[in-house]
């Protein structure tokens, strides 16, 4: 048997095949053309033992591998271990060795290098007069999604936030390309005729901006989603001498009657508004999702975006965790088989499983049933954030590193990547990459909240509060920011301006749902610790989102040792430990 070698920059740079199993040099696994996605812990621990086919690798070497100096449970690399193994079966092909460690067994085969595939970014198209604003983004997001998901893959697509941010920024179609460093765009315009839609797509060349083709597209106004079919087939022809193309999995989701077909208009309208992260809009998106599936229940991605919806309000505070938790449960039992059939919601009901009922055990389980599949914003962001909310810093930022590799121009995971650090005790890398965050991405709701935070705490009180008052003036509807001004101006010396951002809040709260967790820094930073701990009970009983990250916050320090606080402190440890012997039992 030929042994690869050892060096690990080597062998991420190898095409391993064992069993029905193939590891490709991004980490893909596949059985088949199937994609088994590994968590980043899983892939390294899977890289090492290939590594060193046929020896035993001690937990020792595991645990230095795979975490380096930081502490870890000693349950840390059987549990690791255990659920790479689930994800390999039926291969059976690590065997443990009693008191000495873990050895591959299955034959390894060379494979050849595969050709890299082109890289194609595919950017919101452009609305005629009379089109909906919503139609040609959602079109180019659905065809990007189609394309994602197609095996064996047709191009290497871009990540979706990446392209679309660099696009509505301004860049060009071609300069857009360079940034992300694309072979081919696709671009177009969509534009609304007396019966029909028109889609006018071109295919630019990004090495010299040269358009290498022209496609117009006619559908009836009626059926939008036979401009994705067309875009799909018309990519498969040019792109891979496809005369035809298995569209079965897209063509499933078509609409087959003028039901289905204002169901999924409906959706699509939804999607877009919830996106735009401002209240009201949200709140349209929400009734939008709802009447389409109230047309057709079997929409599936309509189910999906309510679940995702449910979760960002009560992130940004515009719905209560256990109202969010109750859709949630009832979106997902309406789906048979909602672990086949809609593996994307796994995290949000690990999220509820968490903060909601604190069942840390069932969501980790949710959590790994949902490991393989790959990045997406949604699942991303739930990803990240149970690691930051249990504390698990390290693990937090190296899975926002990651996904930063295939989706470098995503505002939120740039912004969330600083307060992870913030959080970690680590000011310095706060620092630094917030500052990144904020040259890329000046105007984003996520980089001015975090940044603002981060500067003040940090000293830069003077450029925190501008930044602050200039959040809550663009987005008055996002009590978050009021919070964070009150924060920042409390830093800078104005106390009584502070008191009076935290006084809107609380006549605020008694018309409606007011977030707390960020209020308790306010008031820390005024040395009112009584009304920061209460704003952390309220946070504790209302099952805020941000409860369990607060108290890993530095700016809350001049708590420590409060009776309250440090009860609140042993409640995530009580969950850890009950978890930790739950998964003992289990491994």
């Not at 009379?130 to 697509?157: C, D, F, K, N």
């Not at 939008?224 to 498969?236: C, D, K």
Request: hydrophobic residues 45%; aromatic residues 8%; glycine residues 4%.
């Amino acid at each position: 048997m030929k042994q690869p070698p050892s060096h690990a920059s080597d062998r991420k740079n190898l095409r391993y095949a064992f069993g029905t199993l193939q590891l490709e040099p991004d980490g893909t696994l596949l059985r088949g053309e199937t994609p088994i996605h590994l968590p980043p812990k899983e892939l390294e621990a899977l890289r090492l033992l290939l590594a060193h086919a046929g020896e035993v690798v001690s937990p020792s070497q595991l645990k230095e591998a795979l975490w380096g100096d930081v502490n870890v449970t000693a349950d840390s690399v059987p549990r690791c271990l255990s659920s790479l193994r689930a994800r390999l079966e039926p291969d059976d092909c690590i065997q443990t060795i009693y008191k000495r460690g873990y050895r591959f067994t299955a034959s390894l085969r060379p494979l050849p290098d595969k050709p890299a595939l082109l890289r194609l970014a595919i950017l919101p198209f452009a609305v005629g007069p009379h089109v909906a604003a919503h139609l040609g983004p959602a079109i180019a997001e659905e065809v990007t999604t189609a394309l994602t998901r197609m095996q064996p893959p047709l191009v290497s697509v871009l990540a979706r936030d990446s392209v679309f941010t660099l696009a509505l920024s301004g860049a060009t179609a071609q300069k857009t390309g360079q940034v992300l460093q694309a072979d081919l765009v696709l671009t177009g315009t969509l534009l609304a005729l007396p019966s029909s839609f028109r889609l006018r797509a071109e295919m630019i060349r990004v090495a010299d901006g040269t358009q290498i083709w022209v496609e117009d597209l006619l559908v009836s106004r009626d059926w939008t989603m036979g401009l994705e079919l067309q875009v799909l087939e018309r990519l498969a022809f040019r792109l891979g001498g496809h005369t035809s193309l298995d569209l079965a999995p897209v063509v499933a989701q078509s609409p087959i009657n003028s039901s289905q077909s204002d169901a999924y208009e409906m959706f699509q309208r939804g999607h877009h508004e919830w996106q735009t992260l401002e209240r009201h809009r949200m709140q349209d998106g929400m009734q939008h999702l709802l009447k389409a599936i109230e047309l057709d229940p079997a929409l599936l991605p309509a189910h999906i975006d309510l679940v995702n919806l449910c979760v960002t309000q009560t992130l940004f505070g515009f719905m209560p965790s256990i109202t969010a938790a109750d859709r949630i449960r009832r979106i997902a039992s309406a789906i048979p088989d909602v672990v086949r059939a809609a593996p994307s919601i796994l995290p949000a009901l690990g999220w509820v499983d968490f903060h909601v009922d604190r069942d840390l055990s069932h969501a980790i389980k949710l959590f790994d049933q949902s490991a393989h599949l790959p990045h997406d914003p949604w699942i991303t962001r739930l990803r990240a954030m149970f690691a930051i909310s249990r504390h698990h810093f390290d693990e937090a930022a190296e899975l926002m590193n990651q996904a930063l590799e295939v989706d470098p121009y995503s505002p939120w995971l740039h912004a969330r990547l600083a307060w992870a650090y913030h959080l970690a005790g680590k000011p310095n890398e706060s620092m630094i990459q917030i500052e990144q965050s904020l040259k890329l991405f000046p105007q984003h709701e996520s980089t001015s909240m975090y940044g603002a935070l981060i500067l003040a705490f940090n000293g830069d009180t003077r450029r925190a509060a501008r930044l602050a008052k200039d959040l809550v003036d663009r987005t008055p509807y996002f009590d978050i920011a009021t919070a964070v001004q009150a924060y920042a101006l409390a830093r800078e010396g104005d106390a009584a301006g502070a008191r009076t951002m935290l006084e809107r809040l609380q006549w605020l709260s008694r018309e409606r749902f007011v977030l707390s967790s960020f209020t308790a820094g306010a008031f820390a930073a005024l040395g009112d610790e009584e009304n920061a701990i209460s704003e952390l009970r309220t946070s504790e009983k209302t099952r805020c989102p941000w409860f369990f990250q607060m108290l890993a916050d530095p700016r809350l320090k001049s708590l420590q040792g409060h009776p309250e606080f440090e009860r609140m402190r042993s409640t995530l440890d009580t969950l850890e430990i009950n978890a930790g012997d739950y998964h003992v039992l289990c491994t």
